[in-house]
């Protein structure tokens, strides 16, 4: 017997909306994924509206270039979240996003009202030591810091978030962090080409995972700290299962991964299943010079990206998925002292999915299959113009010089960068005033991925060798390189056996010498000790 069309879209809409979601469960421990049959009679998982920022409230837009903003560290709500509040010409604000222009002076009080110490590191941008917020200066309890900087950085989003050594995964896990968006003349022409209005048709997606039993405590176990914190469902923009209503034309959406270590493998699916391009348009440090045309990408813990999705043509009714794909988590891990449960002394571990604390709900593994967004049809339109060929003006190449080389790996129960951990006395990368170095990142082939950060300085992938089969279908070069290492990065994500080379420009315009911090972004790997201090001076 044949289905009427309305029955085969709402068939093909459950199992679209619900298959992964099953898949996932199979990945916790001790649920069973559903059948095909039971998730067509399962309703719908995407119950909650998206939210999307304003002119105040949660991530609201407030500009911050040219006046004096204070931001108040502090709990909020009564389940253990914090949060970043702020107010502004009679508004409130809750994490809220700065909006700042290329050249601007940000000057901006952060009080901490957590009872403990923190301090916040704009994530992304170049300045000096004093205001990067690296955790060598703390703001303790009741105290506030001040911090005056001139953005220097080209358009792009950028975000922040704590820094103290040793409580960045849980202070960033309960929710302190917010967005910066900084604008130049490049960004003002794409909106103008393509009629996008921020919090209408250009929306940010900040992706955070959380285990929901309870949603805000953080209590790692022995295998949390060595392979990461995973939660059990993903928020985007803080909103648990949301949806979003569209028109049928193209939208604009710029993602942050705020999570502390989920990896994700991003693609958009059509309610028919099958899969939708859509052009990236920049990464960490904005916009490319040309768009790419993608089916998918990673995005690694601090990683952003700016896409650009075309709903032209989908009847009024249906729907598109932001999904993350399955893929191989590549977590093999080396031997270590035996504990209870741990694999005999001489095996590796590949934990893919360990449960956490008694009282804790488990949680989905890395490479787990994930449904995060719904977008709803609501109108058929057209897509209207298209991007302009040339994004951005070229970047000037920078010279090839000799290799630095910096190996990831694992010993001594500690993820480590050339055999050290993190020491605030020791700077084991020093690099001259106005050099421009060549670094060379090796992943062990006995580790797992490493989204590496550079505090204060953007940087080009020149190259990648030896990659792991998940990237082999996302080459577009003969050096190894994809998509998302067109642009400007500041976050690179190294597979285990893979090597990235990458380029530095270190010329600042600060006095005297200036110390930065590289390491991991996975927040566990970080706050165990898997970084180094590099001094440039």
């Not at 768009?291 to 990673?298: D, G, K, L, P, S």
């Not at 190449?397 to 951990?421: M, Q």
Request: one cysteine or more; aromatic letters at 8%; hydrophobic letters at 40%.
């Amino acid at each position: 017997m044949s289905l009427s069309s309305a029955r085969r879209r709402r068939l093909l809409r459950n199992l679209a909306v619900l298959g992964a979601g099953g898949l996932s469960a199979g990945f916790t421990r001790g649920v069973r994924t559903p059948t095909a049959f039971e998730l067509c009679a399962t309703p719908g998982t995407f119950d909650t509206p998206l939210l999307v920022p304003g002119g105040d409230g949660r991530m609201g837009r407030l500009a911050a270039g040219g006046r004096a903003v204070v931001l108040r560290a502090a709990p909020y709500g009564r389940d253990g979240a914090l949060a970043f509040a702020a107010r502004a010409d009679g508004r409130d604000y809750i994490d809220p996003t700065l909006v700042v222009g290329t050249g601007k002076r940000v000057e901006l009080r952060l009080e901490n009202r957590l009872g403990e110490p923190t301090v916040a590191h704009w994530h992304g941008l170049t300045m000096d030591t004093a205001n990067d917020g690296n955790g060598e200066t703390l703001i303790e309890p009741d105290k506030s810091f001040d911090y005056a900087f001139d953005v220097r950085n080209r358009a792009g989003l950028y975000w922040y978030h704590p820094h103290p050594h040793g409580a960045t995964a849980a202070q960033t896990y309960r929710g302190l962090f917010g967005l910066i968006a900084v604008e130049d003349d490049d960004e003002i022409k794409l909106r103008a080409a393509l009629s996008l209005v921020p919090g209408e048709t250009e929306i940010p997606l900040v992706l955070h995972d959380r285990r929901a039993n309870p949603p805000h405590r953080y209590s790692p176990s022995t295998e949390d700290l060595l392979v990461g914190w995973y939660g059990d469902e993903v928020l985007v923009n803080f909103t648990p299962r949301p949806y979003l209503d569209v028109t049928g034309r193209r939208y604009r959406f710029r993602v942050l991964n705020a999570g502390n270590a989920r990896n994700f493998r991003l693609a958009f699916r059509r309610d028919d299943g099958a899969p939708m391009p859509f052009l990236l348009l920049g990464t960490d440090g904005g916009l490319l010079e040309r768009a790419q045309r993608c089916t998918e990408v990673f995005l690694s813990p601090a990683e952003r990206i700016d896409v650009l999705v075309d709903f032209a043509g989908i009847a009024a009714g249906g729907f598109v998925l932001l999904e993350s794909l399955a893929f191989d988590p590549m977590h093999a891990l080396p031997a270590r002292p035996a504990e209870p449960g741990a694999a005999p002394a001489g095996e590796t571990h590949d934990k893919r999915a360990p449960a956490g604390p008694v009282g804790e709900s488990p949680h989905v593994a890395d490479g787990a299959p994930l449904q995060l967004l719904q977008f709803r049809i609501r109108a058929r339109g057209t897509a209207g113009p298209a991007p302009p060929a040339q994004l951005s003006a070229p970047p000037a190449p920078l010279p090839v010089t000799d290799e630095r080389p910096l190996r990831l790996g694992f010993a001594k129960g500690r993820w480590r960068i050339n055999d050290r951990v993190y020491d605030v006395t020791a700077v084991p990368i020093v690099v001259a005033r106005n050099a421009v170095e060549t670094w060379l990142i090796r992943n062990y082939h006995t580790s797992m991925p490493h989204a590496m950060h550079l505090h204060g300085f953007q940087f080009r992938v020149l190259e990648r060798e030896t990659s792991p089969d998940p990237l082999a279908s996302l080459v577009v070069d003969n050096r190894g390189r994809i998509a998302t290492d067109l642009g400007w990065k500041d976050t690179v994500l190294v597979w285990p056996g893979e090597s990235v080379k990458i380029a530095i420009d270190f010329r600042h315009p600060f006095a005297g010498e200036q110390t930065y911090l590289f390491h991991c972004h996975n927040l566990e790997h970080e706050d165990g000790g898997m970084m180094l201090r590099v001094r440039v001076g």
